[in-house]
Nanobody, 125 residues
């Protein structure tokens, strides 16, 4: 069983930057695909970015070129660097883990091995 804990959220002005972290524990982190999802008030949870165990990445169109997902297997941590933030990026950001890259890429929520509890990002305009 893997456990995930997000950190790094907060209040930031538009065009600012934040880096989210997701620390994993409980099993072999290196073998897991990891993803970040966002859920804005009143909206469904949506995929932001995913990184495979080998380092391949995919981004939602809305964040491509502004957000970067990365992982440090030595620290069992995945990161989301968010630059040029916009008010529409305001959301709770969740970290997810899966044995399958495709599970995260296809936003198969029920298929995830684990979810974090989320961290709130608020972008003021």
């Amino acid at each position: 069983q893997v456990q995930l804990v997000e950190s790094g959220g907060g209040l930031v002005q538009a065009w600012g930057s934040l880096r989210l972290s997701c620390a994993a524990s409980g099993r072999n982190f290196c073998s897991l695909a990891m993803g970040w999802f966002q859920q804005a008030p009143g909206k469904e949870r949506e995929l932001v970015a995913v990184i495979s165990s080998g380092g391949s990445t995919y981004y939602a169109a809305s964040v491509k070129g502004r957000f970067t997902i990365s992982r440090d297997n030595a620290k069992n941590t995945v990161y989301l660097q968010m630059n040029n933030l916009k008010s529409e990026d305001t959301a709770v950001y969740y970290c997810a883990a899966s044995e399958s890259y495709r599970t995260i890429w296809s936003a198969n929520y029920a298929g995830m091995n684990a979810w974090g509890k989320g961290t709130l990002v608020t972008v003021s305009s």
